[in-house]
């Protein structure tokens, strides 16, 4: 044999023993995975919302060819079993403690059943909309706000158990957010994630922080916000106040924008740190998951792995409901973001349409607002979809 041939043929055995190593780790570290999001499944906390929108009128059908999973970020200072936050927790946190509930960060996240790009549908977080059970509010308030009530009334009623009222009154209350978006959107809720700010501290800290990186320096107070220019990494107490930050341009919708950007490198971060890999790393996690999320009881776990995936790699087109006034006050001089809710449902069904294609197309549908998607998801100039791919796009 000569000695290209042996060469060749060296090559040749070299080149399957490498495919062959990297199929047996690719399989070994999914085998792993899997594992790792068993023991997420059994230490996430569940709640049977969906047997309550059941119960919900008008709802929209519930086959429209894609799952809708409403992903919620709330302020709670209890833990996900409904048990107060210790102090020194709150002072990690930089809050307070209080009996309302805030959700601030409200998420559609559209899954397409024919395989197309998924969306995240952010919604203000002050958006004013009718609230079932309440009065026209901020969004942001139905699930406190109908919690309370709730609450007030099951004790008087006679339901001595705490913890009864708490998961009756949790449920109302998850229900009138639910039903508020989906009279927004004219989307079907199929699927329901919580995560309350806790969790969102402790996750940051098992990956090690976030890299994000600011346009300018900025302060705020009120949240605790304290940057400087530039890329940098942060966690804890830290990562809230970035993402909390009041005072900062185009109020709620610079918020959405800073939080989606966020997300995005949060999921990196998470999918690379060895987390699943890592027993401490993955203690932590399961610990944070532990105390702070909640789930519907069908959600399936690797749905939300799945797409978390899809954040970290950019394959989630990132979008924000329209809206005609970001600095807009109601009867009780609060400050709101208003919205023309026809249009809202009519650019939502837009980008239901164009999801749903096995090849959609990569721009954001156009809106009759002065304040659509395409002008207020800027980064530096270009769409926030766009931006959240590279490795980390700077924000206001």
């Known amino acids: 044999m000569s000695t290209a041939a042996r060469a060749k043929k060296t090559a040749r055995v070299i080149g399957r023993t490498v495919v062959a190593l990297v199929a047996v780790t690719t399989l070994a570290v999914s085998g792993y995975f899997w594992t790792a999001l068993r023991l997420v499944k059994e230490n996430t906390n569940t709640t049977q919302i969906l047997q309550v929108l059941e119960d919900i009128p008008n709802s929209p059908p519930v086959e429209d060819g894609a799952i809708d999973i409403l992903l919620v970020g709330s302020d709670s200072r209890t833990d996900a079993q409904g048990r107060p936050l210790p102090a020194d927790v709150l002072r990690k946190l930089r809050t307070e403690g209080t009996d309302t509930v805030n959700t601030d960060t409200i998420i559609v996240m559209r899954v397409p059943r024919n395989g197309g790009k998924a969306s995240a549908i952010s919604i203000p977080r002050d958006t004013y909309v009718p609230i ?91 949240s605790g916000a304290n940057f400087r220019a530039g890329p940098q990494t942060i966690s804890g107490g830290d990562a809230l106040s970035f993402v909390r930050q009041r005072n900062m341009p185009g109020g709620d919708l610079g918020r959405i924008a800073r939080q989606q950007v966020f997300m995005s490198q949060a999921m990196k971060q998470l999918l690379s740190a060895g987390t699943f890999t890592d027993p401490g790393k993955m203690s932590g996690l ?111």
């Open 286 to 396: 399961l610990d944070a998951v532990s105390k702070s999320v909640v789930v519907d009881q069908k959600l399936d776990i690797a749905t939300l792995a799945t797409q978390a995936q899809g954040l970290a790699t950019g394959n989630v087109e990132f979008a924000t409901i329209p809206v005609t006034s970001i600095d807009g006050r109601n009867e009780r001089g609060q400050s709101i973001v208003t919205v023309d809710r026809e249009a809202v449902k009519a650019w939502v069904a837009q980008l239901i349409g164009e999801t749903a294609k096995p090849a959609p197309s990569s721009t954001t549908p156009s809106t009759p607002s002065r304040f659509g998607p395409e002008k207020l998801l800027s980064l530096d100039g270009a769409p926030a979809v766009a931006a959240a791919r590279q490795d980390v796009p700077c924000v206001d």
């Open 132 to 222: 079932a059970g309440y009065r026209e509010d901020k969004i942001n308030s139905a699930y406190g706000a109908v919690k309370h009530l709730t609450a007030e009334r099951l004790q008087a009623e006679g339901v001595s158990d705490q913890q009864e009222r708490e998961r009756q009154s949790d449920e109302a209350g998850r229900k009138a957010l639910v039903q508020a978006v989906q009279d927004l959107t004219g989307m079907r809720v199929d699927h329901y994630a919580e995560i309350n700010l806790y969790g969102f501290y402790l996750l940051t800290e098992v990956i090690g922080g976030v890299q994000v990186c600011l346009k300018a320096g900025t302060s705020d107070p009120n």
